[in-house]
T-cell receptor
Framework: AQKITQTQPGMFVQEKEAVTLDCTYDTSDPSYGLFWYKQPSSGEMIFLIYQGSYDQQNATEGRYSLNFQKARKSANLVISASQLGDSAMYFC???????????FGKGTRLHILP | DVKVTQSSRYLVKRTGEKVFLECVQDMDHENMFWYRQDPGLGLRLIYFSYDVKMKEKGDIPEGYSVSREKKERFSLILESASTNQTSMYLCASMSGRASYNEQFFGPGTRLTVL
């Protein structure tokens, strides 16, 4: 069965520092996609970044990058130069190419300190 | 601007009541999803629909049913609400089957069952 594991329930980081949020996944399918979502206190889920299992390069979107290590089944989110507005819950998720469902991890609550 | 709307942000119901949660998307997406979100458990899939009048059970369908009579609308029904269904409910929609397609989320409905 497919599974997403986020081992950090909460993190505190000083403003302007870089942040790495951990995500490991488990699947025997060779073809899948990995996602990161941000959920601020207001509740809406915001899509941040996507990485395909066959992508050769790590995905980047502005201050967000995905450190994809396929052999280790790891898809860590890196936020550079953190800002107070980055304080939120972050979810890692996976979707198999043969499936419509997305599986979510339990999330990491990130607190950025001024 | 793409949009997923949910009928209520906050809802308070009594045990045994029938509860309807409505979700509407304006993106002509084929796929729609209902999740519940509880602290420490992440997002858990209740039901999803990949076409009008089609539905599939997710991971926790017990106590819930769904209806999709029109492409843009996906309803979650609690036939007889119970206190353990107090939760945040998130609706999402997604286009097609490509693995890179992200889900777009509504703002959520925080349901309290007394």
């Amino acid at each position: 069965a497919q599974k997403i594991t986020q081992t950090q329930p909460g993190m505190f980081v000083q403003e302007k520092e870089a942040v790495t949020l951990d995500c490991t996944y488990d699947t025997s399918d060779p073809s899948y996609g990995l996602f990161w979502y941000k959920q601020p206190s207001s509740g809406e889920m915001i899509f941040l970044i996507y990485q395909g299992s066959y992508d050769q390069q790590n995905a980047t979107e502005g201050r967000y990058s995905l450190n994809f290590q396929k052999a280790r089944k790891s898809a860590n989110l890196v936020i550079s130069a953190s800002q107070l507005g980055d304080s939120a819950m972050y979810f890692c998720a996976m979707r198999l190419n043969r499936d419509d469902k997305i599986i979510f991890g339990k999330g990491t609550r990130l607190h950025i300190l001024p | 601007d793409v949009k997923v709307t949910q009928s209520s942000r906050y809802l308070v119901k009594r045990t045994g009541e029938k509860v309807f949660l409505e979700c509407v998307q304006d993106m002509d997406h084929e796929n729609m999803f209902w999740y519940r979100q509880d602290p420490g458990l992440g997002l858990r899939l209740i039901y999803f629909s990949y076409d009008v009048k089609m539905k599939e059970k997710g991971d926790i369908p017990e106590g819930y049913s769904v209806s999709r009579e029109k492409k843009e609308r996906f309803s979650l029904i609690l036939e007889s609400a119970s206190t353990n269904q107090t939760s945040m409910y998130l609706c999402a929609s997604m286009s097609g089957r490509a693995s890179y397609n992200e889900q777009f989320f509504g703002p959520g409905t925080r349901l309290t069952v007394l």
